[in-house]
């Protein structure tokens, strides 16, 4: 047997296997006890831990073939990249699902344990992890209808004949809340005659069934796996989904959340380094529901944070955002935020529900249409449509058509602004580029998502990187410089202390104060296209007593004096008191 | 008295050759009212008296974890034997649960303590055997000694005591003579032999309307003459010499067919035959896309067809394999009445030629005479139609359920005195 599982441990392991799978509790723990240990993962007893992390933690977001080169795997080619230009400034990696897929860019996964022998190989990836950290996707709702878990419900083979959810197409599935507008059963032939299987994503994207211990246990095993293969970050994808219950609306089930609490005692025993990143697209307060007891999640997605700061900076209005800030409660514990204005998929509107009027929302959705997003949209219990996510680049969305230079301000602002609240920043790789729309590849693929997927030729991307004054070139260089200086401020760490403070209409300020007390960085951000100036002490108590700033963003000292200080339209600053 | 079987292996899915031979003794030991249950990692047996543990597939990512680690190298780290010795332990435990879950009285490992491919389960039946003293069958389809991919190991401590162990509760059936005399060299174990067998007793399914338009749907055409290679595409089956027969017939209605699909040991061997018959200019169709283990529709809405919807299609058989264990599809094949041209591998010429077969024999090459011979047998139906009637007459003699029935038998009641029926 396995050493460094403790009683309590396995006793809290045995409470969840309980609440799950019943009276079969007592077989799965010594089922459990027999997988630590798998692939040596979790042989010795956990180091002691150091921080969880600090202010040099963030993540950036890419497909695994998001650059790529002739003659070499585009997983090695990313390595390259990653480790000429952002070596200082990402601390991990975070490759979407590099696993064989068949449709939705990765997430539907055909083998978990496997490498798409397109982007490269396991050897590829671990290689990555000498230089950067890395997460991964465990997508755990569903699996290919091309996968052999599937082809083995097709011939009704055991385990994964149980793999899947039969439905009877007569059930009342009305309650079940999701977020496609395709059917949520598809017809399947089977060895057995015809069968209707639980499709919540698309036909092709077959969800699994968690109320199987079997299923439960191939997941532990894919996750010790992959922790062998050095992931820092787990990312569970569309989690909320992943136990149905009939006459429910199947979302956030009480199950669902015990399976989150579990994977994580699981990381606890085996490596207390990984953190567990669980993606729910959904209104805040279910979204941070995932934080528990400070039992479940590590890491949450602010969720709420692209749209409204999208908003804020659209309408030259921080209302909201400065409304929504000043009452989001930050979790207690090993628990934080993933900070982000953009990733893979679109820029999801239901976390807004609350958080902003019909008004500010439809104002909101004209401008990024505006500037060419497509307004992905939802079916509603009641036959209507509702818009739903996005698809736009965030450089894009804040650009200014007859005044790139004011577009560049806005974006960058909107980057900083993210980069500088509590919690760990995570950057989408396009957003680092500040790559425009990419309507092209819409119109190749027909899926709007595809409009901030685009992938690179190196050769191509370094030439857009290199150019003299350029927009783009400039953005790159200025935020990467950005996120490299950031890392040496403890007063960014995530767990640090956060005070917002509202000057005027349109000024914000973060006061973000280190775990330790003793370094504090003033982040001020101009909502407007107007300069601001942060004149009168009154303005900003904690401001009036310094003379004299260091601003880490433009990398200049700037005096409080009687004129006071002022930003130019979208400028950000990071100032820190000098003596 | 009627008693409670447990069937033991890594997987009882699919054709497989452990797969369907399983399945006969079930049924044969059905007709005594001895009732059968399942235990193994992969199952497409009923769930009501399967019982499957994941961890018990040959394929579980653990095994292959332990598997990459033990062969093609002399020793073993610690952590290696950690796992294996924690894995067998968890499956010991496992069979504790399905003996006691089903009230087996009777165990039938399936190879599972003859081929390595998964080193803690056989470990863990030995260990089970050895606690228990409960009386077991082992079935013996492929010694690792047969197969030069277990030759260099770092596990010959676990392969001499349990691949098969020797314990007074087990009797060990082989499949054939050379299998036979290498137990008893090797393992100073006596054994049983009882080839693979055929319910020759029943006429073999005829087309229905399913697999009626078979021909068609593989893109014959009326005239076309289908020449039926029944195999997976790697070396050992020497189709290279299907080939070479096929082309040496020089006429072009002649179609090559092969059923299943390559992958398994690499492409080179499917890139070579695709070479070969271009040069032969021999019509070969890769079929593997439309056969399946069980009838279905695949994603493009196309019938996918069993290997028993293709045989009654098939005007001839080829089976130039270079080495078989027994040899499944030559049964098929004259259980089917189709003519075959067969290599004379080396469990034939011991087991199978002996008894007094009918086939088109190559020994190694195809030459002008086996050519001749095939010819015959394909233009001259009176010849061909004694020739598989004769060799039916045989196989059911010799390798029908009739002759495993009476083997189990004995078997049973030797080791425990149970005795027909009672």
Known sequence: ?579 | MPKNIGFISTRFAGTDGVSLESAKWAEVLWDDRHVSYWYSGRSDREPGISYVVPEAYFGHPEIEWINERIWGRTSREPLVTTRIREMTDYLKTSLYHFVKKFQIDFIIPQNVLTIPMHLPLGLAVTEFLAETGMPAIAHHHDFFWERTRFSVNGVGDYLDSAFPPSLNNIRSVVINRPAEEQIALRKGLASLLIPNVFDFDKPAPQPDEYSADVREEIGLKPDDVFILQPTRIVPRKGIEHAIKMVGMLKDPRYKLVISHDAGDEGLDYLHMLNELAKEENVDVRFIADRVSEVRQYDSLGRKMYTLWDLYPHADFVTYPSTYEGFGNALLETVYFRKPMMVNRYSIYIQDIEPRGFRFAEMDGIVTKKVVAHVQRILEDSHYRDEMVEHNYRVARRFYSYTVLRRSLRTLMTSLTGWGNGG
Not at chain 1, 87 to 109: C, E, M, N, Q, R
């Open chain 1, 1 to 579: 047997m396995i050493k460094p599982i403790s009683q309590a441990q396995l006793d809290r392991v045995r409470r969840r296997l309980r609440f799950l799978y019943g009276e079969r509790a007592n077989w799965l723990v010594d089922r459990f006890y027999h997988l630590i240990g798998r692939y040596g993962v979790g042989m010795e007893p956990p180091a002691t831990s150091a921080r969880r992390w600090d202010q040099k933690d963030v993540l950036l977001i890419t497909y695994a073939d998001m650059v790529h080169t002739k003659g070499e795997t585009p997983l090695k080619t990313l390595h390259g990249f990653a480790l000429e230009h952002l070596k200082g400034a990402v601390s991990t990696v975070h490759i979407l699902p590099f696993y064989p897929w068949s449709s939705d860019d990765g997430f539907s996964v055909i083998d978990y344990r496997q490498v798409k022998r397109e982007y490269g190989t396991w050897s590829d990836v671990e290689k990555l992890g000498e230089d950067f950290n890395l997460a991964f996707d465990l997508v755990l709702n569903h699996c290919s209808a091309k996968s052999a878990w599937f082809q083995d419900f097709i011939l009704g083979i055991s385990p994964a004949r149980h793999y899947f959810l039969e439905m009877d197409p007569k059930t009342d599935l009305s309650a079940v809340v999701r977020p496609r507008t395709s059917p949520l059963l598809t017809k399947t032939t089977t060895r057995f005659g015809e069968s209707h299987v639980w499709t919540t994503f698309s036909a092709d994207q077959v969800d699994l069934n968690w109320q199987n211990s079997d299923l439960l246990f191939e997941f532990l095993d894919i996750l010790l796996f992959y922790i062998s293969k050095g992931v820092r970050t787990l990312r569970l994808d569309a989690v909320a989904f992943a136990w149905k219950e009939i006459g429910t609306d199947c979302l956030h089930r009480p199950q669902t959340h015990e399976i989150v609490k579990l994977l994580r005692d699981v990381c606890e025993i085996v490596d207390p380094q990984v953190n567990i990143l669980t993606e729910t697209n959904v209104p805040h307060a279910e979204n941070i529901s995932y934080f528990g007891e400070g039992d479940e999640a590590h890491v949450v997605y602010n969720f709420s944070l692209p749209p409204l700061l999208l908003h804020a900076l659209l309408t030259d209005n921080c209302d909201y955002l400065y409304d929504w800030l000043s009452n989001l409660e930050y979790p207690e514990g090993a628990c934080t935020y993933l900070n982000f204005t953009a990733s893979h998929d679109g820029i999801g509107v239901r976390p807004l529900q609350g958080l902003l009027p019909d008004k500010e929302f439809d104002k909101l959705i004209k401008a990024v249409e505006k500037r060419g997003a497509h307004v992905s949209r939802k079916a509603n219990p009641d036959g209507s449509q509702s818009p739903y996510e996005l698809n736009i680049t965030y450089a894009s969305a804040l650009s200014e058509a007859d005044d790139a230079k004011l577009g560049t301000a806005r974006f960058l602002c909107s980057q900083y602004f993210a980069l500088s609240l509590k919690g760990i920043p995570a950057v989408y790789f396009h957003s680092l580029m500040a790559t425009p729309n990419y309507d092209e590849g819409v119109e190749k693929t027909g899926a709007p998502r595809s409009i901030n997927r685009r992938k690179w030729d190196l050769d191509e991307l370094e030439e857009v990187l290199d150019a003299k004054k350029a927009p783009q070139a400039d953005t790159f260089r200025q935020y990467v410089q950005v996120l490299r200086r950031r890392a040496n401020y403890p007063a960014f760490n995530p767990d640090g202390s956060q005070e917002l403070y509202r000057l005027g209409e349109s000024v914000l300020v973060l006061v973000r104060t280190s775990t330790l007390g003793n370094q504090t960085v003033y982040c001020v951000f101009n909502f407007s296209s107007e300069p601001q100036t942060v004149t009168r002490p009154a303005d900003f108590a904690p401001l009036k007593d310094t003379k004299k700033f260091y601003d880490v963003i433009s990398a200049k000292t700037l005096s409080n004096g009687k004129r006071g200080i002022t930003l130019k339209p979208y400028q950000a600053m990071w100032l820190v008191p000098r003596a």
